[in-house]
């Protein structure tokens, strides 16, 4: 159905024809573009535009930023239409010299700032509000109206049409009244999808907060008091409070998620969300809009907008983990937000601010990523302004103990089984493995342990074997069964062998000449190992007086 009139003026009905089109919108998107486009079908009209105020986005290239008294705000084009003489040219777009417009400049700033409705009846007689002569004269505009779009004493945009025809007080009028549904009808629309829009972020909120209670019945709290934990524990005491970027660095299993979980429930943003991405886990050509969110049909696929990971985690904390793993490509982008707060969704020319804390995680070496070219060394320093290690478990074998009582209890309390009990020999097998798997790997043989103890008694020695067997790759040839060693002679000779290994070095542990050198492990890792076999000094060390 056409809705303007063939006549040569603009009517009141097709005005009310399109009000009542447009008040049945929830889309902002339908309802502009629904306005200007049938304004435009009139044939009185040559051109039809809508501009919002919106915060400030493109002021570095903005055509009038000489002209702007305040680049927090200003009017941007957002829905266009008409028919120009020139039939190669199309109007419908929002980009070009006014595609913003600084509040009190121009007749259409004026009018925003104002407030003020603005006819020009021939725009010939007045050369203030003729920017461009020859396109005036070209299209053979003659009148001139702007109406601000105001709802309930808030000003949100203005209106503008420019005629062909001269334009009457009459005419005006009715523009004036349209103007006033429109306003209702963008108002109503934009407050639609800002109710979509927090829905589906609290749809999301609300699954990863069942994803951390799942995860946290699962992995428990951090629990130890090693002089290693206490001194990542420290780390986090000081920067949790602040704003400040964090990469926890750690190997694989040692618990990095619960680090950042502790900083976040430790700071100012704890009552929002803390939102994590595994980087590893998330296809190369979707990292984007992982990250940032895209709008419907920017892409196959895209059948409706998506919010990303960094509107979700505004106010809150956003954390990578596996952080190494983001496309060199990607990372100039993810540096932009760190710097500037500032994202565009995909297919999207909005720029949009988020406020959210980082926290990084990643088991790679990055300095070295950075050496061979697979990571932006100003990135690198951009996340690391706080680092925090994250010990293995095998440097902090102290905690074994109260690791293995937490795990047991989660463990029983999930299977709601009864507590079985294990001797102090089985606790000593799991202080003597080196679990390359970390505390993860600890969890997994609890687990196995407490399940085919059935009630009765852990025992460990079995599964840490299997588990050993697995990771030794293919079978060694099978030596005579006199050569197997027990647990105790494998103790012994690991003690004869650290004790050989600092009577060469003169009790020297650490650095260069150091046993912990000599032996090929690192000095931390000796230390607690003479710790767990009650290595003294009087048994490394000979008397001054002895030669």
Same mark, same amino acid.
């Given at each position: ?347 999207? =020319?909005?720029? #949009? &601010?988020?406020? !959210?804390?980082?926290? $990084? %995680?990643?088991? /790679? ?123 105790? =002679?494998?103790? #012994? &000779?690991?003690? !004869?062998?650290?004790? $050989? %290994?600092?009577? /060469? ?43």
């Amino acid at each position: 159905m056409e809705l303007m009139s063939a006549a040569s003026v603009i009517e009141p009905e097709p005005l009310q024809a399109i009000a009542t089109a447009i008040a049945q919108e929830r889309s902002l998107e339908v309802v502009l573009n629904t306005i200007v486009r049938e304004l435009g079908e009139c044939r009185t009209v040559a051109l039809a535009r809508i501009w919002l105020i919106e915060p400030g986005d493109i002021c570095a290239v903005c055509p009038m930023r000489d002209e702007c008294p305040d680049q927090s705000k200003c009017l941007h084009l957002v829905a266009s239409g008409g028919r120009s003489r020139d039939e190669s040219q199309e109007w419908a777009k929002t980009g070009g010299r006014f595609q913003r417009f600084p509040l009190g400049v121009r007749k259409v700033g004026q009018i925003a700032a104002t407030g003020d409705a603005l006819l020009l009846g021939d725009v010939s007689l007045d050369d203030r509000w003729i920017v461009d002569k020859n396109w005036v004269e070209r299209e053979g505009v003659v009148s001139f109206s702007g109406q601000p779009l105001i709802y309930r004493g808030e000003e949100l945009g203005v209106m503008a049409v420019f005629s062909r025809l001269k334009m009457g007080e009459e005419e005006f009028r009715w523009l004036r009244v349209f103007a006033d549904q429109a306003a209702i009808a963008i108002a109503n629309a934009h407050a639609f999808e800002e109710i979509n829009r927090l829905r589906e972020q609290l749809e999301m909120e609300n699954a990863y907060l069942r994803e951390e209670v799942n995860q946290e019945l699962a992995f428990g709290e951090i629990v130890g008091h090693s002089p290693a934990l206490n001194q990542a524990l420290m780390q986090i005491h000081t920067v949790a409070p602040t704003d400040a970027t964090v990469l926890i660095q750690g190997e694989s299993g040692t618990g990095k998620e619960l680090i950042a979980r502790a900083i976040h429930e430790r700071s100012a943003r704890r009552a929002r969300p803390l939102i994590k991405v595994n980087c590893a886990s998330i296809p190369r050509e979707l990292f984007e809009s992982e990250f940032f969110g895209h709008v419907k049909g920017s892409f196959t696929g895209a059948v409706r907008d998506r919010t990303g990971r960094f509107q979700l985690a505004d106010g809150g904390t956003l954390f990578l983990d596996e952080v190494g793993e983001i496309p060199l490509e990607l990372q100039s982008k993810l540096l932009r937000v760190l710097q500037e707060g500032e994202y565009e969704r995909v297919g999207d =020319e909005r720029t #949009r &601010r988020v406020d !959210a804390r980082l926290i $990084a %995680a990643t088991n /790679r070496d990055l300095n070295r990523e950075v050496a061979v070219g697979r990571f932006r060394q100003d990135l690198y320093y951009r996340l690391a302004v706080f680092p925090i290690e994250v010990p293995p478990l095998r440097e902090r074998r102290g905690d074994i103990p109260s690791l293995v009582d937490h795990f047991v209890d989660l463990v029983c309390r999930r299977l709601k089984i009864p507590k079985p009990r294990f001797a102090p020999s089985q606790l000593q097998l799991l202080e003597n493995y080196d679990w390359p798997g970390n505390i993860r790997e600890l969890q997994n043989v609890i687990e196995r342990s407490v399940i085919l103890a059935r009630g009765g008694a852990l025992r460990f020695d079995d599964l840490l074997r299997a588990v050993s067997a697995t990771k030794a790759g293919p079978p060694m040839i099978k030596t005579d069964p006199a050569d197997v060693l027990t647990v105790a =002679e494998m103790r #012994r &000779r690991d003690r !004869a062998n650290i004790l $050989a %290994a600092l009577e /060469r070095t003169g009790g020297k542990i650490y650095g260069p000449g150091g046993a912990a050198e000599l032996l090929g492990v690192k000095g931390t890792t000796l230390a607690t190992r003479i710790k767990a076999l009650k290595i003294k000094k009087g048994e490394y060390l000979r008397p001054l007086d002895e030669s």
